[in-house]
């Protein structure tokens, strides 16, 4: 399935982007966003860590030129040193989770729908797989990454019907062990081996670490007056973006009893508004279901 852009309309509204505005592309994915932003005559960096995605990269490089449009195969944890020799930009969007390409290709290892082998690295040239993790782990560290990552209800009853079932080389046997211990689900009801899948992907591709490593970039890499723009598909994520968001916007500091020319104020933001997508894009785009924007600016300078 093609990969549909989500939230586009909103994302395009608080960029702004415009010829003389460069924003960052940390999640180019297969460049929906990246290809918006382009038409709207912004220059775009891009980040992603995927070799698929850099082959889709290069051919929009050839399509719009090198001087308008850049690509960097990079972990956006890396975001800081990445930009090392920019200059702070105007924009900077994060789109994350996976692609719906890198879902629908079963040799990735994403999908229950679909086996596969049980991969799920969004750089498959590099790093431990989920194979590795549901093998190797103790049964006490599955259950940590299984309560940590997926929001699971009772990881203790999977990660224990994980060890009998081992060992797991593919997605539809995890997938088959995971349902073994669970539940039926009612008719129309997610697949019991959901959160299961989401735990794996995150620790595999260390998602929590690597967010928290590009919030704490978005200072070095913004101008002020610069515009941070999230989507996030899972309660987990949201939270670490709503808490950071919090923690750094200036209303905070203010009810916190703050004074303006606290050392920090550089790495102040301020809130914008969050934004869901409505029915319509939902009925269009069934993957923009569970997704959440937040967006923040980082304050403009203040002559003291
Ligand atoms: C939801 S998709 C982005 C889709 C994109 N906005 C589009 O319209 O085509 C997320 C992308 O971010 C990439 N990604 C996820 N985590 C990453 C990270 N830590 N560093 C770089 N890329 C990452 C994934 O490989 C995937 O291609």
Redesign the pocket.
């Known amino acids: 399935m093609e ?1 549909v ?1 989500v939230l586009l309309e909103a994302t395009m509204e608080i960029l702004q982007p415009a010829p003389g505005r460069t924003v960052i ?9 990246s290809r918006a932003l382009l038409a709207r005559g912004a220059r775009v960096i891009a ?4 070799p698929e ?1 850099e082959v889709e990269a290069k051919k929009l490089a050839t399509e719009v030129g090198t001087d308008r449009f850049c690509f960097h195969r ?4 890396q975001l800081a040193q990445v930009m090392e020799k920019e200059g702070p930009v105007d924009g900077l969007l994060l ?5 719906s390409p ?1 879902v629908d290709q079963a040799e990735r290892g994403f999908s229950f729908q679909q086996d596969g082998p049980l991969d799920m690295r ?1 750089d498959p040239t590099t790093g431990t797989t989920a194979a590795d993790l549901v093998n190797n782990l103790s049964e006490p560290e599955l259950r940590g990454l299984l309560r940590e990552g997926g929001e699971d209800r009772d990881p203790g009853k999977i990660s224990r019907g994980i060890m009998r079932a081992r060992p797991l080389l593919t997605t539809g046997e995890l997938a088959t062990a995971v349902a073994r211990v669970t539940r039926q689900p009612r008719p129309g009801a997610k697949h019991p081996a959901t959160r299961t899948f989401l735990a794996l992907r995150r620790a595999v ?1 260390r ?1 929590g670490g ?1 967010l928290d490593e590009v919030l704490a970039a978005v200072p070095k890499v913004l101008r002020p007056g610069g515009r941070l723009v999230v989507l996030t598909y899972h309660s987990a994520e949201d939270r670490a973006v709503k808490v950071w968001i919090r923690e750094h916007s200036e209303e905070e500091k203010r009810e916190m009893g703050m004074a303006f020319g606290h050392p920090n104020l550089e790495r102040w933001v301020k809130r914008l508004d969050e934004v869901v997508p409505t029915e319509e894009e939902i009925a269009m785009n069934p993957r923009a279901r569970s997704a959440r924007l937040r967006a923040a600016e980082r304050e403009k300078e203040r002559s003291t």
């Open positions: 990969h852009p592309d940390a999640t180019f994915g297969r460049g929906g966003h980040l992603d860590v995927d995605a990079a972990n956006f944890g789109d994350l989770g996976i692609s890198q969004m591709n998602e690597t």
